[in-house]
């Protein structure tokens, strides 16, 4: 391909979206350049999903030493070590940057390791060395970065970004937030020992997921030893004699060793220089694009975080894929966001898919539920009493399965699997069809009989 291009296709950020991006378009021939100001391989394997995963697997050993008595083992005295841990963990971290890094020149994309800003609709500047680059499409993928209010002392908190590099594990840690990276980091911090305080501001964190999962979830975490605290936000940080001293709203004063906000992350568009090449933004700074990711401007395209359509890494490679695929093979290929499969690593974990309960109403009016919630097997022996709990919204006219909802060991491997049916539109039936597994926790899922009534018409029949 290119003309009177540098490159066919300039690609800023080497992230999920951006790595696919680039080695699928220099697959149908293009000449493709990628540019990277941090490590490749971006959030998510560098310091999002995969190292988070990493910890989350770290911290569930307390929890099953202690269950392994009732197994009939006796373990003996344990220890922890955090530098071990992040030491591991790093290096793990370095092979994927490797592997990424491999990939992409095995498709032959050339990789700048610079910032890379535009100049206008077809040119980019590198920030490293000042030189000017064209290209006849340029793909703007770079994320997203950790938001934390603007309050006094707001210095001295951390995000996920540092979690990952933290020289000790903190005795004390107050997590600020009520979404993904909260609870898993909260459970994280509780599992590998930390006394463990969540503060959310609202009165039931996890909002906009099912309202049985909140529920249960913030039940299980304060069984688990977390201190979540609905209602309840930090006006001011302070430090004072080694320690953080966090003013609340109510006049209290929390004392700790760290603190921690997850309160949602931002576009990475400040200082790209879009408004030299006249892209439309949102009001979160978020790149505006239409079904195929292209901005309002012909030869600019945006993937992933940075446009926030769904924050999530395997919809950032959809999306990096199927603009390749658009522009690159004459192929338009449009991403559907209407469902998606959803794991969080709260302890317990969670999966989702489909409508919520409260969705499915307002949507569809009358819908059926159904739900079961136990004590799964291994807890007989274990002693644990962490409950599971699985959750069917139906359709009633068409019997369509609109949403599942499981909060549970291994939720996010089940409901990658549970995905595939409600994706294809599987019916209650469809489900019932289907043959249990045994024992399983996930047999539940076809054997669910009886609809939900609500305890008020219950108490009627
Ligand atoms: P989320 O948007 O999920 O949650 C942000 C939380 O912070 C909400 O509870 C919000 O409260 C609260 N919040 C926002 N602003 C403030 C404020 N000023 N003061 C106090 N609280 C505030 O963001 P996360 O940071 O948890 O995660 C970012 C994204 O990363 C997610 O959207 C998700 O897509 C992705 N992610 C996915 C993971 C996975 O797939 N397992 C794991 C980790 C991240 P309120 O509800 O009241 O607005």
Not at 2 to 14: Q, S, W
Not at 26 to 53: L, Q
Not at 153 to 175: C, K, M, Q, W, Y
Not at 234 to 243: D, H, M, P, T
Request: charged share 25%.
């Amino acid at each position: 391909m290119t003309g009177k291009y540098d490159y066919d296709l300039f690609v800023i950020g080497a992230g999920s979206g951006g790595v696919r991006a680039a080695r699928i378009a220099a697959s149908h021939g293009a000449k493709v350049a990628v540019a990277e100001e941090y490590r490749v391989g971006g959030t998510c394997v560098i310091r999002g999903c995969v190292p988070k995963k990493l910890l989350v697997y770290a911290s569930h050993f307390a929890e099953d030493f202690e269950e392994a008595a009732g197994f009939g083992w006796t373990v003996g005295e344990t220890s922890f070590s955090w530098k071990k841990l992040i030491a591991n963990k790093d290096r793990e971290i370095d092979r994927l940057n490797g592997i990424y890094i491999r990939n992409l020149e095995k498709a032959g994309v050339e990789i700048i390791e610079s910032r890379a800003v535009l100049k206008d609709a077809n040119t980019v500047r590198l920030v490293a060395d000042g030189r000017e680059i064209t290209a006849g499409r340029i793909l703007v993928a770079v994320g997203a970065t950790p938001f934390r209010p603007d309050l006094p002392g707001v210095e001295h908190a951390i995000t996920s970004n540092e979690a990952f590099h933290l020289d000790a594990l903190p005795g004390r840690i107050v997590v600020v937030g009520g979404g993904y990276i909260a609870v898993e980091f909260a459970g994280i911090f509780n599992g590998l020992g930390a006394e463990t305080i969540q503060l959310y501001r609202g009165p039931l964190f996890m909002r906009g997921f099912d309202e049985d999962l909140r529920k249960i979830l913030a039940e299980e975490m304060v069984k688990k030893g977390v201190d979540l605290r609905m209602n309840s936000d930090i006006v001011a940080i302070e430090r004072k004699a080694g320690e953080l001293h966090l003013k609340l709203a109510d006049g209290d004063v929390l004392k700790t060793d760290a603190v921690m906000y997850a309160t949602g992350r931002v576009p990475n568009t400040a200082g790209l220089g879009l408004e030299n090449a006249g892209v439309a933004l949102g009001p979160k700074g978020e790149i505006l694009v239409d079904r195929f990711s292209k901005t309002n401007i012909d030869s600019i395209y945006a993937v992933g975080d940075v446009t926030d359509r769904a924050n999530l890494t395997p919809v950032a490679i959809r999306e990096g894929q199927a603009f390749a695929e658009t522009v690159f093979n004459d192929n338009p290929v449009a991403v559907d966001h209407s469902i998606i499969p959803t794991a969080i690593f709260s302890q317990p974990e969670m999966g989702t898919v489909g409508l919520t309960e409260v969705e499915a109403r307002t949507r569809h009016g009358e819908i059926d539920i159904y739900k079961t919630s136990f004590r799964p097997m291994k807890g007989t022996l274990s002693g644990s009493d962490e409950k599971t709990f699985m959750k069917l919204v139906v359709e009633p006219a068409s019997q369509r399965v609109l949403g599942v909802h499981i909060l549970g060991p291994a939720s996010g491997e089940l409901i990658q699997a549970v995905g595939i049916a409600v994706t294809m539109g599987g019916t209650k039936a469809q489900f019932d069809a289907t043959i249990a597994v045994h024992p399983t926790a996930a047999e539940e899922l076809v054997t669910l009989k009886e609809k939900w009534q609500p305890p008020a018409a219950r108490a009627a029949d």
